[in-house]
């Protein structure tokens, strides 16, 4: 009786830490890049591929996230994908949100299927990506930032997750900002939304936290800068700012 409970508490305990390091409870944000300056989008991009191959190659989907508020995010994903067939990865499949700019691919046999808000809400997106996912291919889907990121309980990739089986490999972009005040209002932003226990205080937070960062060691406001964290185990974050 005692070795079956020893037994039961060992696997019971097991189950959680696997849980957590699986999916990333609160966890402390882990540099992938610091805060480096570019010529332009597309060089973030191949820059991030080179830092996250060994992470994106074995994967079967890929989500990426735009924020609709940061100029030219769509180019970020263009230089990351265009990298990532040079790399010979087979990408099949662009499922895109309407409302998005496209990212300019130099794919061939890629294709390339929109979707709507309404999609996303149904669940129908789910069904059409993992219809289309196979060994040795990436799917790619790309939309807002804030439905796509791990960080949202509510978010796509939170629920692809489950679809599949498995947690989906997600990156995301977000702006930051070398402006003391706008800091100061994102510090503000960030209070708030911790307060109304709003999970979109992460990002904020988050945002704020690099942007402060980045204000102290005097970044040159003249020059493209980004900065990668991964939070969790299959979630990336890009800032940047423009």
């Not at 830092?51 to 079967?60: A, D, G, N, S, V």
């Not at 708030?192 to 060691?217: F, N, P, Y």
Request: charged share 20%.
């Amino acid at each position: 009786m005692k070795r079956g409970f020893w037994i039961i508490l060992a696997v019971a305990i097991s189950s959680i830490v696997y849980v957590t390091i699986r999916y990333g409870l609160r966890p402390k944000p882990v540099p992938v890049m610091n805060a480096t300056a570019f010529e332009n989008s597309q060089d973030i991009g191949a820059v991030i591929y080179k830092r996250l191959r060994q992470t994106i190659r074995p994967e079967r989907v890929l989500v990426l996230g735009s924020s609709p508020t940061l100029t030219g995010a769509e180019d970020v994903w263009s230089g990351l994908l265009n990298s990532a067939s040079a790399d010979k990865l087979r990408l099949v499949a662009l499922f895109q949100l309407e409302s998005l700019p496209v990212p300019e691919l130099n794919l061939s046999g890629m294709e390339l299927v929109q979707f709507t808000e309404a999609q996303v809400e149904s669940g129908e997106l789910m069904d059409l990506v993992k219809a289309k996912m196979g060994p040795g291919q990436l799917v790619v889907v790309h939309g807002q930032s804030l439905q796509m990121t791990h960080l949202l309980e509510s978010s796509f990739s939170r629920k692809l997750d489950k679809h599949v089986g498995h947690p989906v490999l997600s990156i995301s972009s977000f702006p930051v900002t070398l402006s003391a005040d706008d800091a100061g209002e994102m510090q503000e932003n960030c209070s708030a939304l911790r307060s109304a226990g709003s999970d979109q205080a992460r990002i904020e937070c988050a945002a704020a936290r690099v942007s402060r960062a980045m204000i102290r060691k005097r970044r040159d406001p003249e020059k493209m800068w980004s900065v990668v964290e991964r939070h969790g185990l299959q979630e990336y974050v890009v800032f940047i700012y423009k």
